[in-house]
């Protein structure tokens, strides 16, 4: 079946770098890819999407590149802030095979030190 | 705030039990899935319904039932409860756009 993994569990940055927190996934007929943020004792909260037939898209503070060969994709947040400490999790989509359901990785903790 | 609400918070309940939880989506949604969250296993889809009808169902156990009323609310219903059905039940909505889906701040089950 489809799965989508994270290749860190923990990420630990300074205030003000930047993170990267990656994802595989090995479904190629995922549509969409999503990227949640979990705070302590809160649900997901959605981040950003892209589009399985784009590279890259940005928000506000936030980029995520997809590659498509390697099945890759990745969640740059700039100039990082102590209100960004969460677990992040990608997800995946396949609108043809799963009407709508979220695959999701096992998430990266994000600690940023002051 | 996502607009997504689930009652209730905490939940603490003895083995064999059976126990409701209930999800209201965002105004205007007509889409709710239920996840469940464990430390080991992360974010498990359970099932979906679209506009009272069940659209999806992934690893929900035969014990799990869940259901989407007219006002759109909908209630999962877990019985004969086992300590491994201790976990975070989240609820997440969307409209049309399936990838779009907004969580609820979720029930945590504890099953003792």
């Known amino acids: 079946g489809e799965s989508v993994g994270l290749h860190l569990p923990t990420l630990s940055v300074q205030e003000g770098d930047n993170s990267i927190i990656n994802c595989a996934y090995s479904?190629?007929?995922?549509?969409?890819f999503i990227w949640y943020k979990q705070e302590s004792g809160k649900g997901p909260q959605f981040i950003i999407d892209?589009?399985?037939?784009?590279d890259k898209r940005q928000g506000q503070r936030v980029t995520v590149l997809l590659n498509k060969t390697v099945k890759h994709l990745s969640l740059q947040i700039a100039a990082t802030q102590p209100g960004d400490s969460a677990v992040y999790f990608c997800?995946?989509?396949?609108?043809?095979?799963?009407?709508?359901?979220?695959?999701f990785g096992k998430g990266t903790k994000l600690s940023v030190k002051p | 705030d996502s607009g997504v609400t689930q009652t209730p918070k905490h939940l603490i309940t003895a083995t064999g039990q059976r126990v409701t939880l209930r999800c209201s989506p965002r105004?205007?949604?007509?889409?709710v899935y239920w996840y469940q969250q464990s430390l080991d296993q992360g974010l498990q889809f359970l099932i979906q319904?679209?506009?009272?009808?069940?659209?999806a169902k992934g690893n929900i156990l035969e014990r799990f039932s869940a259901q989407q009323f007219p006002d759109l609310h909908s209630e999962l219903n877990l019985s004969s409860l086992e300590l491994g059905d201790s976990a975070l039940y989240f609820c997440?909505?969307?409209?049309?756009?399936?990838?779009?889906?907004?969580f609820g701040p979720g029930t945590r089950l504890t099953v003792t």
């Open positions: 997440a909505s969307s409209g049309l756009a399936s990838h779009e889906q907004y």
């Open positions: 479904n190629s007929a995922s549509d969409y």
């Open positions: 892209i589009r399985s037939n784009m």
């Open positions: 997800a995946a989509l396949n609108y043809g095979g799963s009407q709508g359901n979220l695959i």
């Open positions: 105004s205007g949604d007509l889409s």
């Open positions: 319904y679209y506009n009272g009808e069940e659209r």
